[in-house]
């Protein structure tokens, strides 16, 4: 049998049917009918007018197809007469977060306008990117940029349906849409889209197109990008996730608030089920791996995106990279980023590494907060937070939405008041917790009085019902030491209740503060808190940095630096009296007085600085001249501009705390002033470094001066104001200040390696009452956090000059500095005891006042000129004592008249 093609096969015609004799009929000789067509013709008449028909419509379709070629190609050129160019994608540079880093490494915090972090295809696993392929563009690698065959299978999906059930973009579509065209919905932007698509596929790689894709695409919650979204829901990187997790994440691209799965886990779960299904059936991943991902438990977390307690030194890092990337600055500094100001720190996608050290700003924030909740309750009770009425109960304990974390660590939380008795207080912290606060804790809720100072040790409220009833709502803490239950005589104790969460009454502070610690070496600003709380829960004003108050006595170490330029030394003798002071222009009378309104009396100097002698400061400068003091001030970069007059000596002119603590590193840094510095290094988005700051060390003091000051700050804390930071236990400096009025209270400490400065006060300028001044609100502010922070340096001691200094016991158990040739018995130094100055031909030294011995004609002399001990001349002592009975007399009346009112 001879082979056929198909061809052949087609063209072959069927052979004829056999022809049956048919009887004759009719009257036709042929038998055939006498009228009608013949029988031959009909059949090409029909065929004949099928031909006619077919090349008809032929031509009719071959017009059509020239038509619709014609519409089209007008359509394309309509279309592509005003697409896009292609230089936004050249360009790509979508808002990138902005990263800001501690000194070991650790996230303080971030700057965004949108959550994207970029990353590329060889920095994820392979199943991450085929995860999206799989649900979104599974021929992504072999179409042009636009898949017919998706289109057509999603039209005919969505006419069945009767609704938009599918849709038939290419990942290149969904990336032009994205960065090229807007989200509206027209036949227009569709085949611009698809225009785009197709040319886009002729520009760049399939794989920079995948790239652009996974960092642009919006997932939820504020995530832009795989990266953002590993962090967001899995608190890890996209590298580092499941097959399982990026199948979550995959799915999230359709409808991202659809599937969120912290609103709508079941749904967020059912489309992951979806795409590891594809994943499957595709074959890019195995059975085994899609049974483990099925199974896989997802816990939903974010990575941590601030530093809990670091939020006011994000923001002043924040407003320093703002002024930094002004346009004015940026070319000073040599840097083109195209951005400028806001813009560059919250698109631009750096990196900032800053000088916070995590331990040192968790232990200056837990300080700052724990001294001024100390203060407020010195202050008094200033009643409850709030008071409902019973129709409210329900709705506030379900809404505030207490869980029993909030307790931990020291965590406080607000308390519904249900029951009030006069040795408890029971309350309700939700719906399925109770407490009970123990009046024990209450003793310190007293009336406020700021003219009388508290008794720590006295319990000024017994009865809780005199300060609480039911219905208050209050704050409150976990007693650390509850007390157990009595037994009554005779009887076994009962048992404490478990259900009662055994809680203290606390109270929110209205006093403010701050606190910022600066190493000299390093110039490194350590930790900055700028008040009780920040953000949401309090403010973003940086007392650290805004706000401008006057620093009292804590001014008066600069006094003495210049004073020791001029001719005095440590052992100088000032006199503590009355002066009275008229301006020779305005003929304003001024009298100046101390703190505690006494009057000691002559005194060597660094004993008037460790005592914080007002008097003896002013006479200081009334010696040597308002000018040198200025002119210290502005050597060791205090900032305001002074006036030249006395009251600067006694810290009149306002400043802030980081401006103090600057100017105190010298007296720690052998006389160089370090410049505050946070930011420390600043790297592009793929990671160049486009800044970095060097440690500036300013030369204002001499290295003698510096040592000699230290010594004298020292001073201040073995046997001055600074006492109670004996118990650090390590050689510290210090210097207490206390404004008029005790408006302002300031602690300064410093050590070789570490300056704080530690500011308390109300933002609207008013007393704190009796006893809140630099050493009793300020100070122990500075011990907490110190008892900490200094564990992470060496207890070392000022570093002695190599010259220029000598050594001298002045008294038993003392041994001060001086400069080379300044010491006592050489006849050099300054006094002032009220004279017309000039050196001092009585010594330089009091031996005994400052030993905790009375000032008496027995024990209360002086070093003559030849270094024979010879007494205070007694008219000097006599003037003193009558100065301190008139004070004492005075002082005890008024505390009486104080003490009376607060009992009636």
């Not at 007008?74 to 990263?99: N, Q």
């Not at 973009?169 to 227009?188: A, D, G, H, N």
């Not at 720190?345 to 700052?368: I, N, R």
Request: hydrophobic letters at 35%; glycine letters at 8%.
């Amino acid at each position: 049998m001879s082979n056929i093609s198909k061809d052949e096969l087609l063209s072959l015609e069927a052979p004829a049917a056999p022809q049956k004799s048919a009887p004759k009929s009719g009257n036709g000789k042929d038998g055939s009918p006498k009228s009608g067509r013949k029988s031959g013709k009909a059949p090409a008449q029909k065929r004949g007018c099928l031909s006619r028909i077919f090349r008809f419509f032929l031509w009719l379709c071959v017009l059509g197809v020239l038509a619709a070629a014609g519409g089209g190609y007008a359509l394309y050129k309509w279309a592509e007469g005003d697409l896009p160019s292609f230089s936004k994608i050249a360009d790509y540079r979508p808002p990138l977060v902005t990263t800001v880093l501690a000194r070991d490494g650790s996230l303080i915090g971030q700057f965004y306008r949108e959550r994207r972090f970029l990353v590329t295809l060889d920095q994820l696993p392979p199943f991450v990117p085929q995860a999206f392929l799989a649900v979104e563009d599974d021929q992504f690698y072999e179409h042009p940029g636009v898949d017919i065959k998706a289109i057509v299978r999603a039209a005919i999906a969505n006419f069945q349906t009767g609704r938009t059930a599918q849709g038939g973009s290419t990942i290149t579509q969904q990336v032009v849409k994205r960065l090229m065209l807007t989200p509206e919905k027209s036949y227009e932007r569709k085949l611009k889209e698809a225009i785009l698509a197709y040319r886009l596929e002729q520009q760049l790689s399939k794989n920079d197109i995948l790239t652009l894709y996974i960092n642009q695409l919006f997932l939820g919650n504020n995530a832009y990008g795989v990266e953002a979204a590993a962090r967001v829901y899995f608190a890890k990187h996209a590298s580092e996730l499941t097959i399982a997790e990026a199948a979550l994440i995959a799915g999230l691209g359709q409808s991202p608030s659809a599937y969120n799965p912290y609103r709508n886990p079941k749904a967020a779960e059912k489309r992951q089920q979806h795409v590891l299904r594809r994943l499957r059936d595709l074959g890019w991943i195995s059975d085994a791996q899609y049974d483990e991902a099925v199974h896989q438990k997802l816990e939903y977390r974010a990575m941590q995106s601030t530093n809990p307690t670091g939020g006011w030194y994000l923001e002043e890092v924040r407003r320093q990279l703002v002024e930094m990337f002004s346009q004015e600055n940026a070319a000073k500094l040599g840097v083109d980023l195209g951005l400028y100001g806001e813009d560059a720190v919250y698109e631009l996608g750096l990196t900032v590494h800053t000088a916070m050290d995590p331990v040192q700003q968790k232990a200056a924030h837990d300080g700052l907060r724990k001294g001024l909740e100390e203060a407020t309750k010195r202050h008094g009770w200033r009643g409850p937070h709030d008071h409902l009425e019973p129709s409210e109960y329900d709705k506030f304990l379900t809404e505030k939405r207490f869980k029993l974390e909030d307790l931990d660590e020291g965590g406080w939380a607000r308390a519904l008041v249900t029951k009030v008795t006069a040795k408890y207080v029971d309350v309700f912290l939700s719906p399925d917790h109770k407490g009970r606060v123990d009046v024990k804790s209450m003793k310190w809720c007293r009336t406020p009085n700021k003219k009388v100072r508290p008794d720590p040790n006295h319990a000024y409220v017994t009865d809780a019902r005199k300060i609480i009833k039911k219905g208050d709502v209050i704050w409150v803490s976990r007693d650390p030491n509850p007390e157990k239950p009595k037994a009554a005589k005779g009887k076994k104790a009962p048992a404490a209740d478990p259900a009662l969460i055994p809680l203290q009454l606390e109270q929110l502070p209205d006093v403010q503060g701050a606190m910022v610690s600066i190493e000299p070496e390093t110039c490194d600003v350590v930790a900055m808190v700028g008040g009780y709380a920040f953000g949401s829960s309090g403010s973003q004003f940086n007392r650290v940095t805004q706000a401008m108050r006057q620093p009292g006595s804590a001014f008066k170490p600069v006094v003495y630096s210049a004073a020791l330029d001029q001719g005095f030394t440590p052992t100088s003798m000032l006199l503590d009296a009355p002066i009275l002071i008229i301006d020779k222009w305005t003929k304003e009378v001024w009298r100046p007085g101390n703190d505690d309104g006494r009057f000691l009396g002559p005194m060597p100097l660094h004993q008037a600085l460790a005592r914080s002698r007002n008097l003896c400061t002013i006479r200081v400068v009334q010696e040597m001249g308002v000018k040198h003091v200025i002119t210290r001030a502005k050597s060791l970069m205090l900032a305001p501009e002074f006036p030249p007059n006395l009251a600067i000596s006694l810290g009149a002119v306002a400043v802030t705390p980081l401006n103090m603590a600057q100017a105190y590193t010298a007296f720690a840094n052998g006389g160089k002033v370090s410049s505050p510095r946070m930011i420390t290094r600043i790297q592009g988005p793929w990671g160049n470094t486009i800044y970095e700051a060097q440690p500036e060390h300013i030369e204002a003091i001499t290295p003698q001066n510096a040592y000699v000051m230290a010594h004298l700050l020292k001073g201040v804390v073995n046997s001055g104001t600074g006492r109670k930071a004996l118990v650090l236990e390590r050689p510290l400096g210090g210097k207490t200040g206390t404004t008029n009025e005790e408006n302002d209270a300031w602690f300064i400490g410093v050590t070789p390696h570490l300056v704080t400065a530690t500011y308390v006060g109300y933002d609207q300028l008013q007393s704190m009452g009796k006893g809140e001044g630099g050493s009793g609100s300020a100070l122990p502010c500075y011990l907490h956090y110190a008892k900490e922070a200094l564990k992470a340096y060496p207890p070392d001691d000022f570093a002695k000059p190599e010259t220029g200094i000598v050594d001298v016991a002045v008294n038993e158990g003392l041994t001060l500095p001086f400069y080379e040739g300044t010491e006592p018995f050489t006849g050099y130094g300054l006094s002032a005891l009220g004279t017309e100055g000039g050196v001092d031909e009585v010594g330089a030294a009091l031996m005994n006042l400052g030993s905790g011995l009375p000032t008496t004609p027995e024990n209360a002399t002086m070093t003559g000129p030849d270094g024979q001990i010879i007494p205070i001349p007694p008219e000097i002592l006599a003037r003193q004592q009558q100065a301190e009975e008139r004070r004492r007399a005075e002082e005890q009346a008024k505390e009486g008249e104080d003490l009376l009112k607060e009992i009636f």
